[in-house]
C-alpha cells in the first residue's frame, strides 16, 4: 500500500559527504513530518533530523552544523544532505514518514560507511 524507498548510501572517507533520498508513494493522505533517523551496531535508533510539512527543521545535536534535511512535497521526497562525515556517523540511515492520522512509515534502510 505505502512504499519507501531510500537510496545514497554508500562509503565515504572521513570529512566526505554523501546525499539520501527517501520517496514516498502509495496510499498516503497527507503527509505531516518527515524525518531520518540511524542505528549503528548494538545502538539504539535515535533521530537525526525531521521536517514538518511546513518547513521547520529540527536536528539532532550530533549532527547540527554539518547535516540538513529538506523535502521536495510535489515527490514526496525527503533529503539528508550529510557534510563532514565523521566516523561515528556510521550507521543504517532510515527515513520515516508520519501522516496526519497517526500512521508512519518507515524505508528499509541504506547503510552508510564512513572510514577514518
Known amino acids: 500500500q505505502v512504499r519507501m524507498v531510500e537510496s545514497g548510501g554508500g562509503l565515504v572517507q572521513a570529512g566526505g559527504s554523501l546525499r539520501l533520498s527517501c520517496a514516498a508513494s502509495?496510499?498516503?493522505?497527507?503527509?505531516?513530518?518527515m524525518g531520518w533517523y540511524r542505528q549503528a551496531p548494538g545502538k539504539q535508533r535515535e533521530l537525526v533530523a525531521t521536517v514538518t510539512s511546513g518547513g521547520n527543521t529540527n536536528y539532532a545535536d550530533s549532527v547540527k552544523g554539518r547535516f540538513t534535511i529538506s523535502r521536495d512535497n510535489a515527490k514526496n521526497t525527503v533529503y539528508l544532505q550529510m557534510n563532514s562525515l565523521k566516523p561515528g556517523d556510521t550507521a543504517v540511515y532510515y527515513c520515516n514518514v508520519n501522516e496526519w492520522g497517526g500512521s508512519s512509515w518507515w524505508g528499509q534502510g541504506t547503510q552508510v560507511t564512513v572510514s577514518s
Open positions: 502509495g496510499s498516503i493522505f497527507s503527509i505531516n513530518a
